[in-house]
DNA sequence: ATGAGTGCAAAGGCTTTGCATTAGG
DNA sequence: CCTAATGCAAAGCCTTTGCACTCAT
């Protein structure tokens, strides 16, 4: 594996190919937008609506919507769905790290984590295949753990 | 492993157990918390509101509501999230077969599906110890394919 | 100049709640 | 009997949409 990236490298990385990644989907990589992958390259957690426009006051909701939407079009950006009413946005897999989620069913909080690479070898063996018999074509494999986080043990 | 039980004995089973949890938790097995589980033990897959509403006409909307989310408490019935903005509800997994779920990114659409024993057996070890570590509790874990389901491929 | 993007406000749609009535133990 | 459960309707809340204004190309 080679080494990560050093951070200016990754940030440049990311918002290139943000932008190229907007450009064959037609769309524009604006001030808000970009803004937007800022922020989301801060955080090591899936993002809720709320938490974007208390951490980016002056962004306007209906904006960040509509961003998160056209980011998400164009394979900037993941949704992710947890167990409370809120949608959390996060930088799609791919221009980060495969990941999977800690998710609190007590208060909803949502964290990331990582598993040894083995197992995660064999999921991705496992699920294509699997997925195939039942006329399932599958894109992608989700693994959640549900529990309590540390501030609701 | 033992044999599967019989159909008739496996309602016999559950409607005994979910009787003694509702219960345990201070509630009655009412005529339409009965109906609620005996629906979900019909289907192959997680209901929405809406399918529980057509399925079962008569029933009061407000009243699927608060019986699913007293079942849920109870342990009775499982609350499942996918990728569109419908909650699902399913059988709790202890009462029937640990399973999973393919979900459409297209149409929504929920079905379950079942992984390899020793698959399914190494991911339950490694997710108790990888939760510990970094403080979390894990109580369940939740793996799912995103893809397409054969009517939308 | 010209269409995409933005912001504000209003509308939508799933879900929850209030309250009077009914039923379970 | 007496509390919990039910049904209907209204309210809540996250999210989406309409529309006029602004900005980038």
Redesign the pocket.
């Known amino acids: 594996m080679p080494p990560a990236p050093s951070a200016s490298s990754r940030a440049h990385d990311l918002h290139a190919t943000a932008s190229q990644r ?1 450009r064959s989907d ?8 970009r ?1 937007l992958v800022a922020l989301l390259d801060t955080t090591d957690h899936p993002v ?3 938490e974007v426009l208390t951490l980016r006051a ?13 980011l998400e079009q164009a394979g900037v950006v993941h949704r992710v769905v947890a167990n409370d ?3 959390r946005f996060e930088l799609a897999q791919d221009l980060t790290e495969h990941h999977h989620h800690l998710i609190c069913s007590a208060c909803g909080a949502v964290a990331d984590f990582i598993i040894e690479p083995h197992l995660e070898a064999s999921m991705a063996d496992a699920f294509a295949p699997g997925g195939e018999q039942t006329g399932f074509l599958t894109e992608h494999h989700r693994l959640d753990l549900v529990g309590h986080c540390a501030d609701c043990r």
């Open positions: 907007l037609g769309q524009r990589y604006t001030t808000n937008r803004a809720t609506i709320a002056g962004l306007a909701q209906s904006s960040v919507y509509r961003n998160l939407a056209v009413e809120f949608t």
